[in-house]
């Protein structure tokens, strides 16, 4: 049997890496799952993995720590903090935003640049996520708006991303930010169709998405209740931990009923990770099955 032709979409952080990096370590990843969880030892997937962020390099391959444009001491605008506390809001419990109001600010984590209302909703996702949760997912929100709302850019992230689709591509996988630009292809018929480039795509897999908080999916233009969809012919599976800040611990079949949600336990330090998610069951089983 002929293997998988695999697009990877990765997300947040990756600026300091590159594209042989990044192939290198996913493709070492996604090997290790398919051996330990399919009778497929011998299924070496083909995969290509466009570094999308050397988008946001000025003249390098790669940002400088004084080029982080969302990074802890970056200024926020105020349109940022707002979405920011609007991600939050749907995200938090109200005990842990109850916890986070009695706690004195000189005690509380997060960087002092930060609004005291946005501090304390920072931290009361922290009670919940512990380990620094919170400002992951700030950070995160932040790399998704500023996708979203730069729509020059967007395109050519989209643009680099295609140009890695072959006519055999069967598979996408997308990793939190990038499971956001994956799916943004797809919703603009950009790629999955008969006309566009992976018109043989069978399969796409998201991992700890941010697809699930409401403020992404309204700045994505999809209103509250609008369901996510793909293209009959390609199966979804959204791999989460329950564990992981960015998704929220949950799952997106609520938002997107035609899906399969697959909980999985990434361990201990980053249960975001993507090389964790890579190496795990379902995601195995869906490079695997998902040959076109």
Known sequence: ????????????????????????DWGKALR??????????????????????SLL?????RLGPEDDLFGESAPMTSEEEEFIAD??????????????????????????????????????????????GGQTFV??????????????????????????FTPATSVVIGHSLGSVIAYDLFRREEVGTGRTPGSAVRTFV????PLGVPAVRRLMGITDGEHLRLPDHIEWVNVYDPDDFITGGAGLSEVAPTL??????????????????????????????GRG
């Open 1 to 24: 049997m002929q293997a998988s032709q695999v697009v990877g979409v990765h997300g947040i952080r990756q600026s300091k890496t590159s594209r042989r990096q990044l192939t290198d």
């Open 32 to 53: 290790r799952g398919i051996k330990q969880f399919t009778d497929r030892g011998d299924h070496a997937p083909t995969l290509q993995m466009p570094h999308w962020t």
């Open 57 to 61: 390099a000025k003249g390098t391959d």
């Open 87 to 132: 991600s939050l809001r749907e995200m938090v419990r109200p005990e842990d935003l109850a916890f986070a109001a009695e706690q004195p600010l000189a005690t509380l984590g997060p960087p002092k640049l930060w609004s005291p209302r946005l501090t304390r909703m920072v931290m009361a996702y922290d009670r919940r996520f512990p380990g620094g």
């Open 139 to 164: 950070r995160c929100v932040r790399e998704v708006r500023y996708y979203l709302t730069e729509p020059t850019l967007a395109a050519q992230v989209r643009a680099l991303i295609r140009d890695d």
């Open 206 to 209: 998201t991992c700890g998405s």
């Open 260 to 289: 399969t949600d697959a909980a999985v336990d990434n361990g201990l330090g980053d249960p975001h990770s993507a090389v964790r998610y890579l190496r795990t069951e379902p995601v195995a089983h869906a490079v695997v099955g």
